[in-house]
T-cell receptor, first 111, second 114 residues
Framework: GEDVEQSLFLSVREGDSSVINCTYT??????LYWYKQEPGAGLQLLTY?????DMKQDQRLTVLLNKKDKHLSLRIADTQTGDSAIYFC???????????FGTGTKLQVIP | DVKVTQSSRYLVKRTGEKVFLECVQD?????MFWYRQDPGLGLRLIYF???????EKGDIPEGYSVSREKKERFSLILESASTNQTSMYLC?????????????FGPGTRLTVT
């Protein structure tokens, strides 16, 4: 099955940019996703990128996909304290709309 | 808005007890999933279901079973709870069509087995 790896922790100052990185093994994923989990809540889809795209921008969020290196990143511009959460990257594979999630990166925003 | 609800936010059970975790979704989604979330391990898929009465094992099905008698409800059963099943359990649902396979999550059940 697919493996999805992320660093566990990232700390940034409010107003700075955050970059969360992810590597994956299955190159057949159609979509790659970023989910956000706020404290005490379930995951919520933040954004996604189709596998034939290199970049997607959505307001403060920029997703970069390097298919050759199987590397996905999420950049959050002007990071706010409300962005403090755990961020999961994920890829679809295995049929039945199964999605494999990464280990999650906890983003801490320092005021 | 899609709503996925889970029967309990917190649950404390004793070793050996049979435990039922219930999940209900209100958007007529075909697919439903049970995950457990542990620090440093991310989300791991326990079981999923793509239709009523259909189920498939995920990556870590040992010690668990599931039931889906109605489309909107997916139950996770711990036949004999053990301390290593202490975890956060998340339920999710998704459509079988429409392009992206966005999953909608419930708030989670934090289960402690003592």
């Amino acid at each position: 099955g697919e493996d999805v790896e992320q660093s566990l922790f990232l700390s940034v100052r409010e107003g700075d940019s955050s970059v969360i990185n992810c590597t994956y093994t299955d190159s057949s994923s159609t979509y790659l996703y970023w989910y956000k989990q706020e404290p005490g809540a379930g995951l919520q889809l933040l954004t996604y990128i189709f596998s034939n795209m290199d970049m997607k921008q959505d307001q403060r969020l920029t997703v970069l996909l390097n298919k050759k290196d199987k590397h996905l990143s999420l950049r959050i511009a002007d990071t706010q304290t409300g962005d403090s959460a755990i961020y999961f990257c994920a890829g679809d594979s295995g049929g039945y709309q199964k999605v494999t999630f990464g280990t999650g990166t906890k983003l801490q925003v320092i005021p | 808005d899609v709503k996925v609800t889970q029967s309990s936010r917190y649950l404390v059970k004793r070793t050996g007890e049979k435990v039922f975790l219930e999940c209900v979704q209100d958007m007529d989604h075909e697919n439903m999933f049970w995950y457990r979330q542990d620090p440093g391990l991310g989300l791991r898929l326990i079981y999923f279901s793509y239709d009523v009465k259909m189920k498939e094992k995920g990556d870590i099905p040992e010690g668990y079973s599931v039931s889906r008698e109605k489309k909107e409800r997916f139950s996770l059963i711990l036949e004999s709870a053990s301390t290593n099943q202490t975890s956060m359990y998340l339920c999710a649902s998704s459509l079988s069509r429409g392009g992206t396979y966005e999953q909608y999550f419930g708030p989670g059940t934090r289960l402690t087995v003592t």
